[in-house]
């Protein structure tokens, strides 16, 4: 192990945490200045951990122990500090004057905002301490899909509050590439982190796009960086290395610290047949390791699964006989992820060897071409066809083939529509083939067999990876993990990009090649020094919806009165008094998602309730305020016990 000027280990005072946790102050004192206490106080609401939703409790044992244990360390000292700490929280307010905190010791720190521990929204952040002063590097910052657990919410992404109020000190974001998961949050959490980005030309083509949409591509400084090129943020020293995946130009990012070299894999595969762009750099990857790397932090996706990768050029192989197979033979369409610029080659030139025209139906398809031969790729394909194309009208249908959004089962994406027959200008019948060329993202699976189920009442052919190889993973599996760690022999190994099944099973690999292996999870913050990795603090994390533009708290009042009204409807009263607070006519009532108007239960509730208001004591009508919470307890107690349900309540008192 060779980590050169390396300091002694990082000892740093901070509170011992307890309680804070649920309250949700003090985030990470350790890995940042404490900011005001009023603003650290704001993020609270929005998800301390107590908040976390389908979290592991803290405490639930982890499988790796050194990060079991990790508040102990400080010894007594740290419990004094502890015990400020909570005596702070129960009374709310700062610490006596007069005991200044020590200052901060320099260290590199890791902590992941979102991705690990969970599967999307990556969004990792560093910080290098040095001569006392904080510098932040986030790498990546992705959206990611609700689940079928939170079915009010659609997009999420994670919440930025913890870098926002330190980015005077974030020095930049690297993007690793151009999936979602990774750069699909830029365009809503950019106003608030307004730090420089940097990506490679694909990846800034993609951004410059979602910018442009946002109206944000003007104030941002996006700094195009070469696939393996090595460049500085700010006080880190950072490298590409090119790794095949399954999009174009995603890099792994080498850190060279003061306390050693940090492998940042980034989303990678083992690939010997890429077919767009370049292998994974394995000689680079290899000289990194001979230098010294003190720990790889990555992508954990396909850990679970046995083997080695199938290559991008084993897919294209089978797509060609698939697509040739179908000569002659109706419409052929073929759904795949848009951004996998090597899979819509292969299908290109598969149509083109058939006889076939191609035709892409999709705003994202048509974005990420785009993209896509701006940066040079897809060069040796002729420009596709789109709906607006007069062109199309005269193709016949077995000369066509359509590449096609939709294969996660997207409600308004183009193969949904036509699938339920409600597209506007493709119908697909008795003779047409769809082929899946994509693996299901797990959450998806109902949505995704919904339209397969549609598309075979209506006689299409579906042909998916069960029946054929038509796709394959653009992430590591255990052979793939287990050559890059015989290559870069880290000494700690810290598992990022997935859940945690995931996680521990890239740790196990990780440990069969001899690193030592920390599990965290998304608000761990990982103190990096060049004999240990310990977690050492948390920091608050949250998840806010994207909806309709808008970032709203998942824990937050309007989505969870959504989530209540989802499953409990609601119930809304009105009524009208005068003056003196006496009521003037009758009380309405409406539950929507509840009751029928003509229910006699509805009938039941306003008489109830009627009754309920005239008991309120006088003194409580002057007051609006007053009498509107009196008459909601009155209309949830005229709800009754009868409904076995907890709708969503809410009461309109208008005086005339
Ligand atoms: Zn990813
Ligand atoms: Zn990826």
């Given at each position: 192990m060779t980590t050169q000027n390396a300091p002694a280990p990082v000892q740093i005072n901070i509170p011992a945490h307890q309680g804070a946790d649920s309250q949700g102050t003090a985030p990470a004192a350790s890995a940042a200045p404490a900011a005001p206490q009023a603003e650290q106080a704001a993020p609270a609401k929005q998800g301390g951990r107590a908040e976390r939703e389908g979290r592991p409790a803290r405490g639930r044992g982890r499988s790796a122990p050194r990060a079991s244990a990790p508040r102990s360390r400080q010894g007594s000292g740290a419990k004094a500090q502890g015990e400020r700490q909570e005596s702070r929280n129960r009374a709310g307010q700062a610490p006596a004057r007069g005991r200044k905190p020590a200052p901060k010791k320099d260290g590199l720190f890791f902590v992941p905002l979102g991705g690990t521990g969970e599967i999307g929204m990556n969004f990792n952040l560093y910080n290098l301490r040095k001569d006392g002063k904080d510098n932040w590097l986030a790498i990546d910052c992705g959206l990611g899909f609700s689940g079928n657990d939170t079915p009010e919410a659609d997009v999420l992404v994670p919440d930025p509050t913890f870098i926002a109020q330190r980015r005077k000190n974030l020095r930049g974001l690297v993007i690793t590439h151009a999936h979602e998961d990774h750069i699909g949050a830029v365009a809503h959490l950019?106003?608030?982190?307004?730090?420089?980005?940097?990506?490679?030309?694909?990846?800034?083509?993609?951004?410059?796009?979602?910018?442009?949409?946002?109206?944000?591509?003007?104030?941002?400084?996006?700094?195009?960086?070469?696939?393996?090129?090595?460049?500085?943020?700010?006080?880190?020293?950072?490298?590409?290395?090119?790794?095949?995946?399954?999009?174009?130009?995603?890099?792994?990012?080498?850190l060279r610290t003061p306390q050693g070299t940090i492998l940042h894999t980034g989303d990678w595969k083992v690939d010997s047949e890429p077919m767009v762009g370049p292998r994974t750099d394995f000689e680079r990857l290899a000289k990194l390791g001979d230098e010294g790397v003190l720990a790889v932090i990555g992508d954990s996706t396909n850990a679970l699964k046995e083997g080695s990768s199938v290559t991008e050029g084993a897919v294209r192989k089978s797509l060609t006989d698939l697509i040739m197979g179908l000569k002659g033979k109706g419409r052929v369409a073929v759904t795949c992820f848009a951004s996998n610029v090597a899979r819509i080659e292969s299908i290109a030139k598969a149509a083109q060897a058939a006889g076939r025209k191609v035709m892409v139906v999709g705003r994202s398809l048509r974005n990420l071409e785009a993209a896509a031969r701006?940066?040079?790729?897809?060069?040796?394909?002729?420009?596709?066809?789109?709906?607006m194309d007069a062109e199309v009208k005269n193709i016949n249908d077995n000369q066509m083939l359509m590449i096609i959004t939709g294969s996660q089962g997207e409600e308004r994406s183009a193969l949904s529509r036509i699938a339920n027959d409600s597209h506007n200008t493709i119908n697909f019948g008795e003779g047409d083939t769809v082929i899946y060329s994509s693996r299901v993202i797990p959450g998806n699976e109902r949505a995704v067999v919904t339209v397969q189920d549609n598309l075979t009442r209506n006689g299409v052919q579906v042909i998916t990876d069960r029946e054929t190889l038509t796709h394959t993973s653009g992430h590591a599996t255990s052979e793939d993990i287990r050559h890059l760690y015989s290559l870069i022999k880290p000494k700690f190994s810290v598992p990022t990009h997935g859940e945690w099944r995931h996680l521990t099973a890239q740790g196990a690999l990780a440990r069969e090649a001899g690193a030592d292996v920390v599990l965290l999870e998304d608000g761990d913050v990982l103190d990096i020094t060049p004999d240990k990795l310990e977690v050492v603090d948390t920091v608050p994390v949250a998840k806010l919806a994207v909806d309709d533009g808008r970032l709203l708290p998942m824990t937050g009042g309007v989505m969870a009165d959504r989530r209540r009204m989802l499953y409990n409807g609601a119930v809304l009263a009105s009524f009208a008094v005068d003056n003196e607070g006496y009521v003037i006519g009758e009380p309405r009532i409406s539950a929507p998602g509840l009751l029928d108007p003509e229910d006699s239960e509805t009938q039941r509730i306003q008489a109830d309730f009627a009754r309920a208001i005239d008991e309120i004591p006088d003194e409580l009508r002057e007051d609006n305020v007053a009498f509107r919470d009196a008459a909601r307890t009155a209309l949830r107690r005229a709800l009754g016990r009868k409904l076995q349900k907890r709708?969503?309540?809410?009461?309109?008192?208008?005086?005339?």
């Open positions: 950019w106003p608030q982190l307004k730090c420089p980005i940097y990506a490679t030309p694909f990846a800034a083509a993609v951004l410059r796009r979602k910018l442009e949409e946002a109206r944000l591509l003007g104030e941002v400084p996006l700094h195009v960086i070469q696939p393996g090129s090595r460049f500085e943020v700010g006080p880190f020293d950072l490298e590409f290395i090119p790794m095949a995946h399954s999009i174009v130009e995603a890099q792994s990012v080498a701006e940066c040079g790729y897809l060069a040796d394909v002729p420009p596709f066809l789109t709906e709708p969503l309540v809410d009461v309109h008192l208008l005086r005339v």
